[in-house]
C-alpha cells in the first residue's frame, strides 16, 4: 500500500550556532516539526530525517565539531532514516529517492531550515522527479537574506542595517509564490495535521 513521506531537512544544531538565529523566523521549528511527525507516525507515514554536513570545512556543518546533529527535542523512531546531504537539495548526494522508491512513496512533505534554500530546493527537485510536493512553511525558518552586493565579510550588524536585506517575511512570501501552483501545494502545519481543514488559514 502506497504511503506518503514525510522529509524534515537540516534541523540541526548548526544552524543554532550562528547568531543571526537570534533573527530567525520562527526559533520554535522545533516545536512545528515535532506536531508534523507525530501526524504523519500516526498516519503510518514515512518520516525522513535529513542533515546537511561539510566535511572538512571546519566551520558548523563540519561534522568534526559536533554540531551536524538534531536539535534537541527532535529525534527518529525505529526504522527512520537519517541521511547526510552535501547538496542544497536532499536528492542529489543521498539515496532518498530510492528509499521513496522502495516504500512505494509518491507524496512527499518537506520542511526544515532554510525556507528558500534547501526546503524550495529539495520541494522544486522532487516536483521535477515525479513525486507530489507539499511544502510546509510556517514548520520552515529563513533568517534575513543579504543583498548579492553586499560583501562575504560583511557583519550581521551591517546585514541588518542594510536596507537591501530581504527581511523574513519577504522571503517567506516570495517562496511561496514561487512554489504554489508550479513546485508544491503550500500548506500550513495545521492544515497537515488535521487541526483545520485544508485551505483555512489561522
Known amino acids: 500500500?502506497?504511503?506518503?513521506?514525510?522529509?524534515?531537512?537540516?534541523?540541526?544544531?548548526?544552524?543554532?550556532?550562528?547568531p543571526i538565529w537570534a533573527y530567525a523566523s520562527n526559533?520554535?521549528?522545533?516545536?512545528?516539526?515535532?506536531r508534523l511527525v507525530a501526524a504523519a507516525r500516526d498516519r503510518g507515514d514515512l518520516v525522513v530525517w535529513v542533515l546537511h554536513a561539510e566535511p572538512g570545512s571546519g566551520g558548523v556543518f563540519?561534522?568534526?565539531?559536533?554540531?551536524?546533529?538534531?536539535?534537541?527535542?527532535?529525534?527518529?523512531?525505529?526504522?527512520e532514516p537519517t541521511l547526510v546531504k552535501t547538496s542544497h537539495n536532499a536528492?542529489?548526494?543521498?539515496?532518498?529517492?530510492?528509499?521513496?522508491?522502495?516504500?512505494?512513496?509518491?507524496?512527499?512533505?518537506?520542511?526544515g531550515i532554510r525556507t528558500e534554500q534547501c526546503v524550495e530546493t529539495t520541494a522544486r527537485v522532487g516536483c521535477d522527479l515525479g513525486y507530489e510536493m507539499t511544502f510546509v512553511t510556517d514548520a520552515t525558518v529563513t533568517f534575513p537574506t543579504p543583498h548579492r552586493d553586499l560583501p562575504e565579510t560583511a557583519t550581521l550588524a551591517e546585514i541588518l542595517a542594510d536596507p537591501r536585506t530581504l527581511a523574513t517575511d519577504e522571503m517567506i512570501a516570495r517562496t511561496e509564490y514561487a512554489l504554489a501552483g508550479r513546485f508544491a501545494t503550500?500548506?500550513?502545519?495545521?492544515?497537515?495535521?488535521?487541526?483545520?481543514?485544508?485551505?483555512?488559514?489561522?
Open 186 to 202: 503550500v500548506r500550513t502545519v495545521a492544515e497537515v495535521t488535521g487541526a483545520v481543514p485544508a485551505g483555512a488559514r489561522g
Open 91 to 111: 536528492f542529489t548526494t543521498t539515496n532518498l529517492q530510492q528509499v521513496l522508491t522502495l516504500a512505494g512513496i509518491r507524496d512527499v512533505t518537506v520542511c
Open 1 to 18: 500500500m502506497s504511503r506518503a513521506a514525510l522529509v524534515v531537512i537540516d534541523v540541526q544544531e548548526s544552524f543554532r550556532q550562528r
Open 62 to 79: 563540519d561534522p568534526a565539531n559536533g554540531h551536524v546533529r538534531l536539535i534537541d527535542g527532535l529525534a527518529p523512531a525505529a526504522g
Open 27 to 34: 526559533p520554535d521549528i522545533v516545536g512545528a516539526v515535532d
